[in-house]
């Protein structure tokens, strides 16, 4: 998906606020890759400023979680610990946030 064909119009208002916020760090490259330009995680992953509070104390959320919950309206956290994982088949680049170069897999969350 390009950005410029993101549907705004399926997003709550709260989510079309991040969305708009991470915008502003991002450019996007002929591959539709959305490219961070914020701060990047020790794994390469962008990291934006994104804290939640658990059971276990403030957890960091990386750029490919929030971007999966924004586009899929899954919560950033729950009974089912989801991993999103790149399409290696789509995209190669640690720095692409578009939802649509990367998969989620339900794993037990302990």
């Given at each position: 998906m390009k950005i410029k064909d993101i549907?705004?119009?399926d997003l709550d208002t709260p989510r079309k606020l991040l969305l708009q916020r991470l915008l502003l760090h991002t450019t996007e490259n002929a591959n539709e890759c959305w490219m961070?330009?914020?701060a990047i995680a020790g794994s390469g992953e962008g990291q934006p400023h994104?804290?939640?509070n658990t059971e276990k104390?403030?957890?960091?959320i990386g750029l490919n979680?929030?971007?999966?919950?924004?586009f899929h309206d899954m919560?950033?956290?729950g009974s089912k610990h989801i991993q999103v994982s790149r399409n290696s088949e789509i995209c190669d680049e640690q720095r692409c946030?578009?939802?649509e170069h990367f998969e989620s897999i339900d794993?037990?969350?302990?």
């Open positions: 549907p705004w119009q961070w330009n914020g994104a804290t939640i104390g403030p957890r960091q979680r929030v971007a999966w919950h924004i919560p950033l956290l946030w578009n939802p794993l037990d969350y302990d």
